[in-house]
């Protein structure tokens, strides 16, 4: 499904030293924080990686559940060891420009430290909003970073927002948020209910 998607970068032994030494538990955590999530949720994880954020919803989900979808079949492949105890998520291989679900499917869509590696921002935005149900919404978490290669500029924070409002998405914001050690910017859209 996600064959034709560029995922060579986080294979083999990159995904293993990734999953083991940046899963950035603190970002994780805080979407989960961030989301404000209700029990009977349904929740879409875009570039899981190796699943830290869809096991820190879990427990938060008793009548809900969390998917997380990755084009690097290494990291599905880790996410689902890490989640085999959990009975309410699942993993797929999937890219964030092909989404392997109905319309209107999800409450809430987040994507952590991720959207700077899709290959197509309108598409999986396009994608995105397709999935989640009216009043849905989407949180993009990426780091600032400054012009480090593994974060985003204040200036790039501005942008993938107007990309959203762009794509449909109403009350696009940009914030700055704590979690741990690094400030990570919190870009929010919503599906308007009548979408
Ligand atoms: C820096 S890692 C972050 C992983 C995870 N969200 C975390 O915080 O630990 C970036 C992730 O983006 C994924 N990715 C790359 N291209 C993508 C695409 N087109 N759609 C969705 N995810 C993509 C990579 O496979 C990788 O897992």
Not at 36 to 60: E, F, T
Not at 65 to 78: E, I, K, N, Y
Not at 103 to 119: E, I, L, M, N, P
Request: net charge negative.
């Amino acid at each position: 499904m996600a064959a034709d998607h560029d995922h060579g970068a986080w294979t083999g032994w990159k995904a293993r030293a990734y999953a083991l030494f940046h899963r950035n538990p603190a970002a994780s955590r805080g979407v989960v924080d961030w989301a404000q999530l209700q029990p009977d949720m349904q929740i879409l994880d875009i570039g899981c990686g190796s699943g830290a954020a869809v096991i820190a919803a879990a427990p938060l989900l008793s009548d809900g559940a969390a998917f997380g979808v990755d084009p690097s079949p290494d990291f599905v492949r880790m996410a689902g060891r890490r989640a085999r105890r959990l009975s309410n998520v699942a993993f797929e291989v999937a890219a964030a420009e092909q989404l392997p679900f109905p319309d209107q499917r999800f409450d809430v869509a987040w994507s952590v430290h991720a959207t700077h590696h899709w290959d197509d921002l309108t598409k999986g935005f396009i994608e995105t909003r397709r999935v989640l149900r009216p009043g849905g919404r989407f949180l993009i978490v990426e780091r600032h970073d400054g012009d480090r290669s593994w974060g985003i500029t204040s200036e790039q924070a501005q942008e993938l927002s107007n990309t959203m409002a762009d794509n449909g998405f109403v009350n696009a914001a940009v914030e700055e948020r704590k979690a741990g050690r690094s400030q990570e910017f919190l870009i929010s859209g919503e599906k308007s209910a009548d979408d």
